[in-house]
């Protein structure tokens, strides 16, 4: 079986692993090439062949709201409405340095997640110190929804609060800085159905096809040794996983929700 990775941005394309890709869109400025080429691949299965998982995912992402900050919400909906095997991501909330002005932020965000609610798409969410926000912001997004927390370094027990909202957690390369312990711990607590994997390449620095290979490999070489279950595992388990973040509404599996409380 391939492997899966469930973040990567548009860069991707210069490498061209043969595996399944979750490309996300970095602000409006790449939404229409990102919707081109997906259209292109689906046409020539290069990308999407049946049994593939690849999805494309557009959004704003809080370094980049576009400079027409709500009134890009517009455009988003034209394109999730004509693309409706496309989710929302990579959107979130950013309390750093590069994140533009808060109260733009949550209403850009909050948005979004409409726009999801409506039209039924999986999301993938960026949250840097933002913890908190996310939490009291829950209840206004939908509960039935497939949501990614993508990049996954902070603590095991947001990880356990996470968890009890319905939401899965996406490890990445940047993941394992964290260490062997945490991702023991991590795995340990929570429940294999609720881990993606990711490499979140945005090709600074550029990789050959090889090096992001071997880092995909070391990946999930070190989900093995961390969560006692051998790699072959692992790539079926985020296989099925995966399977949840199907776009569109129709035959969605059950267990993914943000509950309101
Ligand atoms: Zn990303």
Known sequence: MTFIDCHVHSSIRDVQPQHPLWINSQGPQDWQSLVESHRSDRDKKILDPPSSQSRLFLGMHPWNLGPGGT???????????????????????????????????????????ALAEKYSRPMALHLYKTWQDFFRLAPKIAHQLPVMIHGFTASVELAGQLIKRGCYLS????????????????????????????????????????????????????????????????????????????????????GSAVPGT
């Open 71 to 113: 009134g890009e919400l517009a455009r988003l909906e034209d394109l999730l409405r004509s693309n409706p095997d496309i989710g929302l991501g990579e959107i979130g909330l950013d309390r750093g340095p590069k994140a533009r002005d808060w109260q733009e932020q949550e209403e850009i965000f909050l948005g979004q997640c």
């Open 171 to 254: 490890v990445g390369w940047r993941s394992l800085a964290k260490g062997q312990l945490w991702l023991e711990e991590l795995l340990k607590l929570i429940p294999r159905e609720k881990i993606l994997a990711e490499s979140d390449y945005h090709g600074d620095p550029p990789l050959t096809l090889e090096a992001y290979q071997k880092k995909m490999e070391d990946l999930y070489a070190a989900l093995a040794s961390a969560g006692s279950m051998e790699i072959e595992g692992w790539k079926e388990q985020i296989h099925g996983n995966a399977a949840v973040f199907k776009n569109g509404a129709d035959d969605r599996s059950q």
